[in-house]
């Protein structure tokens, strides 16, 4: 099976720190994802990225920044974190030789105070 | 803007009773639709996926596409309570996918 970790749980920060979110992929997939969930608005795409390197903008990218050194690993960067900010984090990776589907980490919950 | 819409719910079934979910998209290029469930504080796993019009059937799940009326639906036949959860439609071409905001199911024994 796909595993796909996100590092951290449960974070808490203040606003204006920078906050990193890591999420690490074992099925060699070349696509990888950062949503937001949000009670009511459903998963909304930040960034994906189809490569080692690749980034591109998904729907609310603003105030976010991705990077992706090695194919198996993809960080959320959120520079100065706002309490708008405060949301559930989920990585998902793409088996794009297949069936296209994605598979979640576990999610990352964060609250900006 | 390309859209996704599910019933916010909830979806009130009696367990062993059929329970139907529905989904309407936008994008009449969509190639791709998932079904993902979702349980309170968990992460979308998925159910099943369907590309062809018509039914796909996998155990007591059902999907049924309709390109035509770019509807997507669910049945869950014989629901259990522990079918209870957050019923997620996602809808895409290659590489993206939108998701609906979800259906909330609640089987009730």
């Known amino acids: 099976d796909v595993k796909v970790t996100q590092s951290s749980r449960y974070l808490v920060k203040r606003t204006g720190e920078k906050v990193f979110l890591e999420c690490v992929q074992d099925?060699?997939?070349?696509?990888m994802f950062w949503y937001r969930q949000d009670p009511g608005l459903g998963l909304r795409l930040i960034y994906f990225?189809?490569?080692?390197?690749?980034?591109e903008k998904g729907d609310i990218p603003e105030g976010y920044s991705v990077s992706r050194e090695k194919k198996e690993r993809f960080s959320l960067i959120l520079e100065s974190a706002s309490t708008n900010q405060t949301s559930m984090y989920l990585c998902?990776?793409?088996?794009?030789?297949?069936?296209?589907?994605?598979?979640f980490g576990a999610g990352s919950r964060l609250t900006v105070l | 803007q390309k859209e996704v819409e599910q019933n916010s719910g909830p979806l009130s079934v009696p367990e062993g009773a059929i329970a139907s979910l529905n989904c309407t998209y936008s994008?009449?290029?969509?190639?791709?639709f998932f079904w993902y469930r979702q349980y309170s504080g968990k992460s979308p796993e998925l159910i099943m996926f369907?590309?062809?019009?018509g039914d796909k059937e996998d155990g007591r799940f059902t999907a049924q596409l309709n390109k035509a009326s770019q509807y997507v639906s669910l049945l869950i036949r014989d629901s259990q309570p522990s079918d209870s959860a957050t019923y997620l439609c996602?809808?895409?071409?290659?590489?993206?996918?939108?998701f609906g905001a979800g259906t909330r199911l609640a089987v009730h024994p």
């Open positions: 998902a990776s793409q088996d794009v030789s297949g069936a296209n589907v994605l598979t």
């Open positions: 990225s189809y490569d080692v390197k690749m980034k």
């Open positions: 994008d009449r290029g969509s190639q791709s």
């Open positions: 369907i590309y062809s019009n």
């Open positions: 099925m060699d997939h070349e696509n």
């Open positions: 996602a809808v895409g071409g290659y590489n993206k996918l939108i």
